[in-house]
C-alpha cells in the first residue's frame, strides 16, 4: 500500500512546492492592489521559454539560470507598470480585464516566436539526476523543490517582518491610502512585490520544467490558476497560508491522479474507474468548498465592508 | 408609462429595426450570388455566434454587475446536449464506436434540441449559483471559473461515455449547411446556411433587449450600481442576480449549441478559459454595457482574427522588399496588442454604454438620453 501511494505522494509534495513559489506571487499582489494577476501563470511560462531559447542560444546552463531569474523578475516589473499602473484608479474590475489581456498577449507573443510547437527544456545537471529515496525513484529536482521551497520563503517572510519595504509593504496592503499619506512610495512597494513575485515564479519554472521537460504557450495556465486557489484556500493575502494551500493542492491532485491504481490495489475498485481525468477538476472544487464553508481561507483576516 | 410609449416610437429606435432588417436582407440575397465558401459567411456563421455569446455575457458583467468567467462551461453543457440528441440514429454506431453506440438511441428535432441546451445550461446555473452568487466580485470570477473547469472533467470522464462519448468528439449531427434548401437531387435550391444562425443569434438578442429594457432590466442596472442601495429599494438581490445567472447561462448555451453547429465536430477540451477570456475580451472591445457594441465587436473581433488580419500570417513581398517578422502567429501579436490598446485607453470600448437608437439621433442632433456618463 505504502509503496503505491509513496511516489505520488512524493510527486505531490514537489508540485505542491513549486505552486506554493507561484502561489506567493498571486497572494502578495491580492494583498497590495487586490487584483488577481491572471497573467501570473503566463509569466511563469514565459520564464520557461526564455530558458529554452537561451540555453539554445548557447550561454552556459549556469549562468542561463541567474540570467533567466533576472529577467522574468524584469517582465514583472515592466507588466506591472505598462499595464496596472494606468489603472490604479479605474475599477477594479479594469485592471482584471488588463490582466486578463496581459495573459493573452504573453501567450500569443510566444505562439509567435516557438510556433506554438513544444519546446524541449534544457537538462539541468545534478537536479535532473534519478535518486531513489525510501523505495522510489524519481529526479533529484523533487527532493530539492520542497526544500528550496521552505528556505525561500522562510527569507520572504523575514523580508516582510523585519526590513523597511517589508513593513511598508505590510502598510500598503492594510490600508492603501492612508499609507500613502504618510510617506510611502506606494510605486515602489508595488513594484518591489511584482519584482519578488515574479521572480519566485522564475525560480518555480526551472524548477517545474525540469521536472515536466517541455514548455508551450498554454503551459502557464493551469500551474498559474491552480496556485492561485492555493493562494485563495490558504487565504489571500496570507504567505504561510498560500504554501500550506499549495502543498494540500499538490498533494492532493498528484494523489487522484494515482487514485485508480491506488484504489485497485487496496481492493476498493475492481477495475480502472477513470478518476485521475478529475485531478484538475478537484482542485476546483476545493475552492467551492472553501469560498463557501470559510470564504477568506484557511489563514485569511476577516474582512469588514462598510457601506 | 407614457414615456416609454413615446421611447418605444421613436425615429430612432424605427431607423435602427429598418437597418438591422436590411442587414438581414443583404445577407439572404449576398447567400444567394456569392459562392458559399466565401470567407464572409463564415465570419457571419462564427459572428452571430460569438455575438450571442458575448451579449449574454454582457447581460451579466455589464448590466447586472456579477463578474463571471463561466461562460465556456455553459456553452460547453449547450453544444454537448445538442450534439447528443441531435445525431442520427443511424450515426450513432460511428460516433460512440467506443461505447457501443451509447445510450440515448433517439433524436430531437433540431431547435428543440437548441432549446434543450439552453435550458440544460440554465439548469446547471440555478445549481451554481446557489453557491456562487453569495461571492463578492472576483471570488466569484474564479468560482465561476473553477465550476467551468469541472463541467470540462466530467464531460470527459470515461464512465460518462455512454452519453458524452467521453474525451472523443461529437460529430455528425445537423449543422449550419443543412438549413439549405435542397431539391430531390441533392442540390441547393436556396441558400440558407448563413441567414439561420443570424437569425437565431438575432431573435435571442431580441430577447435580451427587452428584457435589459423592462423593469426587471432596470433592477439588474440598479445592483450594478450599488447593491446596497437597490436593496434598500426593495429590489430582492438574491433572486434577481439568480435570473440574471440563469438566463445568460440559457443563452450561453443556445450559443454553445451554434458554436457545434459552426464546427460541426463538439470536444470538450476546446472549451477553456481561454474561450471565456476571448469572449470576455469581445466585451470590453465592445464597450461593457451595450449590446450594440457587444454584437460590433464579435464581428470585428471574428472577422479581423479568421480573416483580415491572416495576411499577417503569410510572407508578403512588396516589389523586391520582403516585410520583416511576418510568419504564422503575427496576427495574434498584433490582435492581442490592439487589445491591450483598447483595455488601456480606450476603456469605453467600441461603443461605451450607447446603443444604436442613441447613436442614430445623436446624428439626428437630438440630445442622447443616458449615453457615455462614466
Known sequence: MWNTVFPYLLSGISVGGQYALIAIGYTMVYGILRLINFAHGDVFMVAGIIMVYMAASGVPLWLCIPLVLVLTALIGFVIERVAYKPLRSAPRMSAMISAIGVSYTLQNLVLYVTGGLNQIYPTIPWISDSVTIFGATTKMVTVITPILTIVLVVALVALINHTKIGMAMRAVSRDFETSQLMGIKINRVISTTFVIGTFLAGVASVLYFTNYTTVIQTSGAMPGLKAFVAAVFGGIGSIPGAVVGAFIIGIAENIIKGLDIILFKAGIIGGPMGLATFSDAFTFALLIIILAVKPTGLFGEKITDKV | ?374
Request: aromatic share 12%.
Open chain 2, 1 to 374: 408609462m407614457t414615456e416609454i410609449k413615446r421611447k418605444k416610437l421613436d425615429s430612432a429606435t424605427v431607423i435602427s429595426i429598418v437597418i438591422v432588417l436590411a442587414l438581414y436582407v443583404a445577407v439572404f440575397v449576398a447567400e444567394q450570388f456569392i459562392p458559399a465558401t466565401s470567407m464572409l459567411f463564415t465570419v457571419i456563421k462564427k459572428g452571430a455566434t460569438y455575438a450571442l455569446v458575448a451579449v449574454s455575457m454582457n447581460l451579466l458583467n455589464g448590466f447586472t454587475g456579477i463578474f463571471s468567467l463561466g461562460q465556456a462551461g455553459f456553452m460547453l453543457i449547450g453544444a454537448y446536449v445538442y450534439g447528443i440528441f441531435t445525431i442520427p440514429v443511424i450515426s450513432r454506431m460511428d460516433v460512440y464506436q467506443y461505447y457501443n453506440g451509447g445510450l440515448v438511441q433517439f433524436t430531437l428535432p433540431v431547435f428543440v434540441a437548441m432549446l434543450l441546451s439552453g435550458l440544460a445550461a440554465a439548469f446547471l446555473a440555478l445549481l451554481i449559483g446557489l453557491p456562487v452568487l453569495r461571492l463578492k466580485s472576483d471570488y466569484l470570477a474564479i468560482a465561476t471559473l473553477g465550476f467551468a473547469e469541472i463541467i470540462r472533467a466530467l464531460f470527459q470522464w470515461d464512465k460518462l461515455g455512454p452519453i458524452t462519448n467521453g474525451s472523443n468528439m461529437l460529430r455528425l449531427f445537423p449543422n449550419f449547411n443543412d438549413f439549405n434548401i435542397r431539391n430531390a437531387d441533392g442540390q441547393v435550391v436556396v441558400y440558407l446556411s448563413t441567414l439561420v444562425p443570424l437569425l437565431i443569434a438575432g431573435v435571442c438578442i431580441f430577447v435580451i433587449i427587452l428584457l435589459i429594457n423592462s423593469t426587471y432590466g432596470r433592477a439588474l442596472r440598479a445592483i450594478k450600481d450599488d447593491e446596497i442601495a437597490a436593496e434598500a429599494m426593495g429590489i430582492r438581490l438574491a433572486s434577481h442576480k439568480r435570473l440574471a445567472f440563469c438566463i445568460s447561462s440559457f443563452f450561453a448555451g443556445v450559443g454553445g449549441a451554434m458554436l457545434a453547429m459552426y464546427q460541426t465536430t463538439v470536444q470538450a477540451k476546446s472549451f477553456t478559459t481561454a474561450m471565456t477570456y476571448e469572449i470576455l475580451l469581445i466585451v470590453v472591445i465592445g464597450g461593457i454595457g451595450s449590446v450594440t457594441g457587444s454584437c460590433l465587436s464579435s464581428f470585428l473581433f471574428v472577422a479581423c482574427s479568421e480573416w483580415w488580419l491572416r495576411f499577417l500570417d503569410q510572407k508578403q513581398v512588396i516589389g523586391d522588399f520582403e516585410v520583416p517578422l511576418l510568419r504564422n502567429g503575427f496576427r495574434l501579436v498584433v490582435f492581442s496588442i490592439i487589445i491591450m490598446i483598447v483595455v488601456l485607453f480606450f476603456r469605453q470600448g467600441i461603443m461605451g454604454r450607447k446603443e444604436l437608437p442613441d447613436l442614430i439621433r445623436q446624428l439626428q442632433g437630438k440630445k442622447v438620453k443616458g449615453g457615455a456618463s462614466k
